[in-house]
């Protein structure tokens, strides 16, 4: 009984993956979400989705200073999807209930800008 009870406050404190087909269509319509970006900068600054937010994972804990509401939804996303993954765990301990893992800008085929901002 208390493996399921565990497992049930697992599930409801742990990373969600989402589709970037998904994403894309929840991002066009909840103005509320943050897309969380934890590549590197230089990464960052060559190709990232628009509206995103640029936190490297080796800051990952510096988030509650960007994202101080913890439930919060938020998309994470690195270039393949293993720093994402990384990132949104870390998250999760710290608190945030509605992480998503969008995994990588690799598979990302909308539209994406340069620059650092």
């Known amino acids: 009984m ?5 497992r049930k406050s697992e599930s409801r404190h742990s990373v969600k993956k989402i589709s970037p087909d998904e994403a ?3 991002l066009e319509t909840n103005q509320a979400i943050v897309l969380l ?3 590197e900068a230089a990464e960052y600054a060559n190709a990232h989705i628009p509206g995103s937010i640029n936190l490297p994972l080796s800051q990952v804990q510096r988030v509650e200073e960007i994202i101080p509401e913890k439930n ?3 998309f994470v996303y690195c270039l393949s ?3 994402s993954q990384g990132a949104a765990s870390q998250m999760v301990k710290m608190g945030y209930q509605n992480v ?4 990588g800008i690799n598979g990302w ?4 800008v340069s620059g650092s901002h």
Do not use: H, P
């Not at 208390?2 to 565990?6: A, I, K, S």
């Not at 998503?100 to 995994?103: A, E, I, R, S």
């Open 72 to 74: 919060t939804t938020v």
């Open 37 to 39: 970006d934890v590549r």
């Open 81 to 83: 999807g293993g720093r």
């Open 2 to 6: 208390l493996n399921l009870l565990l």
């Open 100 to 103: 998503y893992n969008l995994g």
């Open 24 to 26: 894309k269509q929840q």
């Open 109 to 112: 085929r909308y539209e994406t």
